[in-house]
Structure formats: structure tokens, C-alpha cells
């Protein structure tokens, strides 16, 4: 096919005299819909919040460099709202901030809930503060029992998620560890961050709910790593242990059975920017075919968030490449241009 672009929009429609931008040489290439990194932190950096928005930027042109234009923001501290006005970054769908129990997630990174009846009110906040959806802390290391523990009851999560839903916005959660699951998933939760802890039950109560999951698969290579570093809490440590010794089987189950798959890095924290490509290969890890695994970073994962892929009319955010990027990251990561709103961003010689 040849796509034209006619004021920032895709164009099935020959228009005279245009410049080529890419496939002048008559070699042709692959043209796809910009990437998606379904699980992204734009203003997390290493260390917490980052301290300035010219670092945010930087992560931006980051994701933007390797093709991943469109972002799923699944809490971010600061506001970036700002980063809209740029024309060259990628569009962020936002979730507003981390919702979470007091000392029950990483310092710094959520709106802290004292008393977990106030959840719906500040489920509403989030829901309007964001860009259609909501993230919630499903579970964390609850020190007092030395390992992973939810942090909402069943009634107060299906009034909150109601609630959401009320305001138009959809509902996501980190959950690590199994217990959290069933509550949250029968509550009416949209999608689960990680889920880790999915298991064969948890996987029917999913198809049962249309529950979608964003594994974050590159992040979860860091659970030995954690579990080395808690020394104090040994149970905690070999749950987190088990949990990734079994967890892209289970995965696996999942998306044999049919639950909706998509691709997010974390990036943010323990995951630098600009690995979506590498994400896309993990997906193939658990059972998905390479067209499939691109899919859930591109096409799939685009329709599931509300936004247009390649159709006419819609906006020219795109990446080309000459060979085929369902060969693996290797191709995937260095795409040969890059198009913002019908802008092309440099092509590789």
C-alpha cells in the first residue's frame, strides 16, 4: 500500500506532488501505527519522582526515539500536562496518581488513603484528573506480616471501581501476589498490572469479567534481585521468588485461554525508558507469535486504549521500517523514521 499525509492525518487519497519520506528508493518496508507501551511512567525516574520536567521530556524523546508513541502513564507524581504542547513527543493517556494505603508502596509515588472508606472519593478525583483511567495499589509488602498483603476489602473496591466507571474512567492495579486477585477482578476491575500471582481460577474469574493483563514481563526479571535485597522479611522473599519461577507459565495459560494481553515496559523506576521492543519479545516468551506480540504493542494494543492505528484519517503518528520488524528487538528497537503528527524525525542512513 502508499499512505499519504495531509495535515498531520494519514490519507489513503494520492495527493500530487508530495515528498516521499520513506520508500523513495522503491524498496518498500513495513509502515506501522506508532508503538504503545501499555505501562509507562513519564516522571519516575530511578530514585522517585523526578526532580524537573526537562527530565520528563527526556524520557519522552527516549520512548519517542525507538518508536513508542503512544504511552499508557500508570501513575506518574507530577503533573505532565505540559509535555502536550510539544508536537515531537509521544501522546500520553494518564492515570493520575497511584492510589495507596499509608507505608504500603514506594515512597514518594502515591496519594497516600488513611482510612480505605475515602477510597471512592479519591477514585473520583483520579478519574478526572485522568485521561480515562485510574491506578490502584491492588498489593504490597504489608511489614507487619513480613510478605505481600491487599490493601482494600472486596466492598470498598467495588464501591471504588463503580465509581470509576461512573466518571467514565476505566480501572487498573499493580498486584504481585495472588490473594489480592479474586477481590479486585470480581469488583470489576479493567485490567491487572504484573499479575503475577495469576493462577487457573484466576484465570477463569478473568474471562468471566473481561479482565485484561499487562504483564510487564522485563520488570518482573527483577523479582530475584528484590527478593535478595529483603533480607528482613524471608517470607516475603521466597514468595517473590516463587512467584517468578511460575508466573510466565501461568501467563502463558492466560493467554492461551484467552485473556487480553498487552505490552508495557514499567518503565520508570527499576526499568529505564525505551524498551518496548524488548517487552515485545518477552511477550513471544509466553506463547505469542511474533505478528501476535507486535500486535499487543501496535494495532491491539491501540484499538484497546480508544485510539486509531493505520486508517485514513487518523493521525500520523508512525514508525517505518525497512526490514521486518517482527524479526525481534533487534529491528523493532531502531525503526528508520519516525513520524510525529505527519512530522518525519530523522531517517537512518
Not at 520508570?268 to 515485545?280: K, P
Amino acid at each position: 500500500m502508499e499512505w499519504w499525509v495531509v495535515d498531520g492525518l494519514i490519507s489513503a487519497e494520492p495527493v500530487g506532488g508530495a515528498e516521499t519520506v520513506f520508500g523513495a528508493d522503491g524498496a518498500g518496508g513495513w509502515i506501522l501505527p506508532g508503538l504503545v507501551d501499555a505501562h509507562c511512567h513519564v516522571g519516575i525516574g530511578a530514585n522517585g519522582p523526578v526532580s524537573h520536567l526537562d527530565e520528563a521530556t527526556a524520557q519522552a524523546e527516549t520512548e519517542r526515539d525507538v518508536g513508542a508513541l503512544l504511552l499508557r502513564d500508570c501513575g506518574s507524581p507530577i503533573d505532565t500536562r505540559r509535555l502536550d504542547d510539544r508536537d515531537d513527543l509521544p501522546r500520553i493517556i494518564r492515570a493520575g496518581r497511584h492510589l495507596a494505603r499509608p507505608k504500603r508502596y514506594s515512597r514518594g509515588l502515591p496519594i497516600d488513603v488513611e482510612d480505605e472508606s475515602q477510597l471512592p472519593a479519591a477514585v473520583e478525583v483520579q478519574a478526572r484528573l485522568g485521561d480515562g483511567w485510574v491506578k490502584l495499589v491492588g498489593d504490597w509488602i504489608d511489614r507487619a506480616v513480613g510478605d505481600l498483603a491487599p490493601l482494600w476489602s472486596d466492598d470498598v473496591l467495588k464501591a471504588a471501581i463503580d465509581t470509576a466507571h461512573a466518571n467514565g474512567a476505566r480501572v487498573t492495579a499493580h498486584v504481585f501476589g495472588e490473594d489480592a486477585l479474586p477481590g479486585l477482578i470480581n469488583a470489576g476491575i479493567d485490567c491487572i498490572e504484573h499479575g503475577t500471582g495469576v493462577t487457573g481460577d484466576v484465570i477463569d474469574l478473568m474471562l468471566e469479567h473481561g479482565t485484561a493483563l499487562v504483564p510487564t514481563l522485563i520488570n518482573i526479571d527483577n523479582f530475584p534481585g528484590l527478593a535478595d535485597s529483603a533480607g528482613r522479611y524471608p517470607r516475603y522473599a521466597r514468595h517473590m521468588r516463587d512467584l517468578y519461577s511460575s508466573c510466565r507459565q501461568w501467563m502463558a495459560c492466560a493467554r492461551e485461554a484467552g485473556v487480553p494481553v498487552y505490552a508495557g515496559t514499567d518503565a520508570g523506576s527499576m526499568v529505564v525508558h525505551g524498551r518496548i521492543a524488548d517487552e515485545v519479545d518477552a511477550l513471544k516468551g509466553i506463547g505469542m507469535s511474533p505478528t501476535d506480540a507486535l500486535g499487543a504493542a501496535c494495532w491491539d494494543a491501540r484499538r484497546w486504549l480508544g485510539r486509531p492505528a493505520l486508517e485514513h484519517g487518523a493521525p500520523a503518528d508512525l514508525v517505518c521500517y525497512r526490514d521486518d520488524p517482527r524479526q525481534g528487538a533487534a529491528v523493532l528497537n531502531r525503526p528508520d523514521v519516525v513520524m510525529l503528527r505527519g512530522r518525519p524525525f530523522g531517517e537512518r542512513s
